[in-house]
C-alpha cells in the first residue's frame, strides 16, 4: 500500500510507526513544581559538543506542566526486565505508584536516576520547540550513569522486544 503525504492519517501514520522500532526510556523530573516521569520512546542524540539529545513529549500529557516547570530531566535507558515499569510510565497510574515499584537515585540536578537502568542521562532542558502535538526538548547532559549491562529494550510492533549479544 502506498500513500502521499497529503492523505496519510494519523491511524496509517501510527501502522507505520510501529515498524520503526524504538528503545525505550523512562523520562523523570524532580524540582519545585514536583516529581513526575513517563515512558518514552521518542528520544534521540542531537550533538556531542555540547552534548545534547532530544525528547518529544505530548502536551496534553498530566506530567507535561511539571517537566515545563522544573526544566531538568533525566533519561533513563531500559533493559529487558523492565517491562513491566514501562508499562506502569506509560499507563494513567498516579505518579506515587509509579516511583515506588523501583529504587532512585540522584546524579546532579535531582532528576530521579533509575538504579538498574542501562544508562541514565542527566540533563538541563536548554530549548524546546513546538510539533503538531508535542514539544520536542532539547537537553543538554551534565551528568552521566552507565549501568553494568548492555542489554536494551526495543518497542517494535507494539510489544517489547529484549535486545542482546547474540549467544
Ligand atoms: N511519541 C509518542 O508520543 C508515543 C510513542 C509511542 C507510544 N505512544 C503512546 O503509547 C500508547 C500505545 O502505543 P502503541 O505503539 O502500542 O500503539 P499506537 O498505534 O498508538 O502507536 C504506534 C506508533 O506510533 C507512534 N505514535 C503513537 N502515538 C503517537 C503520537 N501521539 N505522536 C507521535 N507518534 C505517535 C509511536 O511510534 C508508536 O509506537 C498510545 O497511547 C500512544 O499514543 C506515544
Ligand atoms: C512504549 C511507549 C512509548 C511512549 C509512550 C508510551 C509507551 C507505552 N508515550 C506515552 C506516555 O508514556 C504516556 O502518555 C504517559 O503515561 C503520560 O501519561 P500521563 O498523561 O502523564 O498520565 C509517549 N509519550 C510521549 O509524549 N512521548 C513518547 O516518546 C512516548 N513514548
Redesign the pocket.
Known sequence: MQATAAAVTRAEFRDAMARLGAA?HIVTTDGPAGRAG?????VCSVSDEPPTLLV???RS???YPTFQANGVLCVNVLAPDHQAL??L????TPMDERFAAAQWHRLETGAPRLHDAVVSFDCRVQRHSAMGT?DVLFCEVVALSMGEAAQGLI?FDRRYHALGPAL
Not at 38 to 42: C, L, P
Open positions: 525505550v513517563f515512558t518514552a520512546s521518542a518529544c513529549l505530548n500529557a498530566s506530567v514501562s508499562t510510565f506509560g499507563g494513567k508535542h518497542y
